[in-house]
């Protein structure tokens, strides 16, 4: 679980990262004034309905850090630990990452506090329409733009965008993404996050020599982007040695077979290690291990793909994995950065290695807007494409100002942002009257 007594910094904590990168990079005063608030943040209560007929009133929020460079875009979470710190920090990942990408959007994230697995399928969508009916004046297609993150999916969105349509009197398949595809949804969707952080992994583990039969990768988190990364990954060659959700993980040193482990965990719920032949399914020798356990483990790539806060300074140091490529939003706090550093350790960041969900999400409201839908091969190639040329030019600010790959990401964005913000005006303009 994200550490607890961490999260009331989880924003300062993100700023940080901003301080570091701004060391590198020559923009105005004005524009690192901006960025170090977020423009709004809305709190909202939703009334449901229960099934037994109880009115329950949950908590949600939905923040927009920045839209300079275009609509707010962001997901949103379903979660017990949601706090309004959490999502203002998600949305300011999201400002740096669409920023990073070059998209057209700013950055932007909501959230409500809810465990959704204690709701029945009914209870869930009047929670997912009245969220809407509390922030519709807040979002739109080109103000606010939702997708889906933990524990919402292609369902929650579809009614999401129902719901905002509704109110609106019109079609407005636009103002969510992440949607199912009879609704509107994009090909390569549910998988973009995982694709986009295949094509990072596979652009720079070349770079250090290593091959994918001789490389051991552990992912934490079996959920949407974690076991899609897991299985992308087993198909290519890695061995994929660990995987985990929130009950804990399973090791097995030869590898695992990941579409038998998925297989398994749909049908059961449980994770276990297991080799299935058409339906029928044996359990093959494994170890139960703990998340930490998995964290710790000396495999040469750690894929964190749960959530944030995993890596603190309490267990970085246990850290053995060579290379981390951070799937989930925030899973190592700047602490841990500074002593994962010390150990030679690579970590490729959240902003660069995850941002094709919001890549193909941007495609989507692209497709919503014009009416011209792609083949799932356009989408790849195009995500493909995307991600391989920001993942090189970060890579080569990197190299180039000797400094590490998550520094230079924030660099690369910020320099895209303080373009766009001092294009507004600056306090030169107003003083010398240029
Ligand atoms: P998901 O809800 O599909 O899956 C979350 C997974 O994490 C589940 O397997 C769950 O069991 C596991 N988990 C929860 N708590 C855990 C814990 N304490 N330890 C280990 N595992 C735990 O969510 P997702 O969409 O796969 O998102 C995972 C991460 O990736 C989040 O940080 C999210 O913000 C980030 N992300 C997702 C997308 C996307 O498109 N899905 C895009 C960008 C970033």
């Known amino acids: 679980m994200p550490d607890k007594s961490n999260r009331a910094s989880l924003l300062a904590d993100a700023s940080k990262r901003l301080e570091e990168a701004l060391k590198h990079v020559t923009i105005s005063e004005d524009a690192i004034a901006r960025l170090q608030h977020p423009k709004t943040s809305l709190s909202v209560s939703i009334p449901v309905r229960m099934d037994d007929g109880k009115l329950k009133v949950f908590s949600g929020y939905r923040v927009r850090y920045d839209d300079t460079r275009g609509a707010g875009k962001g997901g949103v979470r379903y979660h017990p630990h949601v706090t309004l710190d959490e999502v203002q920090s998600l949305a300011f990942w999201m400002t740096f990452k669409c920023a990073l990408l070059d998209l057209p959007f700013g950055g932007a994230k909501g959230g409500i506090i809810v465990n959704p697995k204690e709701l029945s399928k009914a209870e869930l969508e009047r929670l997912s329409r009245g969220y809407i009916d509390a922030i519709a004046d807040a979002v739109g297609i080109d103000i606010d733009i939702l997708a889906p993150d933990v524990y919402t999916n292609a369902t929650i969105m579809g009614w999401m965008m129902d719901q905002y349509s509704t109110i609106r009197r019109q079609l407005c398949r636009g103002v969510v993404t992440g949607k199912p595809l009879a609704l509107g949804g994009s090909q390569g969707r549910d998988t973009a996050t995982a694709m986009g952080a295949f094509t990072v992994i596979q652009t720079m583990l070349p770079k250090f020599k290593l091959i994918p039969s001789e490389t ?117 706090n700047s602490d841990a950065d500074k002593i994962l550093a010390a150990k030679g350790i690579y970590v490729f960041p959240d902003i660069l290695v995850n941002a094709g969900g919001v890549t193909v999400s941007y495609f989507e409201w692209v497709q919503n807007r014009s009416g011209w839908y792609w083949t799932l091969a356009e989408v790849n190639q195009r995500l493909q494409d995307k991600m391989l040329i920001e993942a090189e030019k970060t890579w080569s600010i990197s190299q180039d100002l000797t400094i590490d790959i998550r520094t230079a990401a924030y660099v690369h964005a910020l320099n895209r942002l303080g373009t766009a913000l001092d294009a507004k005006g600056t306090k030169s303009y107003f003083t010398s009257g240029v």
């Not at 552990?218 to 982007?225: D, H, K, L």
């Open 216 to 332: 051991t990768v552990a992912v934490q988190g079996f959920g949407n982007a974690g076991a899609t990364i897991a299985d992308l990954l087993a198909e290519a060659g890695y061995k994929v040695v660990a995987v985990s959700d929130s009950q804990g993980g399973i090791y097995a040193p030869q590898g695992l077979d990941i579409t038998s482990v998925k297989k398994h965990k749909n049908q059961s719920r449980e994770m276990k290690a297991v080799y299935c032949h058409d339906s029928v399914c044996s359990i093959v020798e494994h170890q139960v291990i703990s998340n930490q356990e998995l964290l710790a483990l000396d495999v040469d790539v750690l894929i964190p793909a749960a959530l944030e806060n995993q890596i603190t300074a309490s267990n970085a140091a246990d850290i053995k994995a060579k290379y981390i490529f951070e799937v989930a939003n925030g899973p190592i």
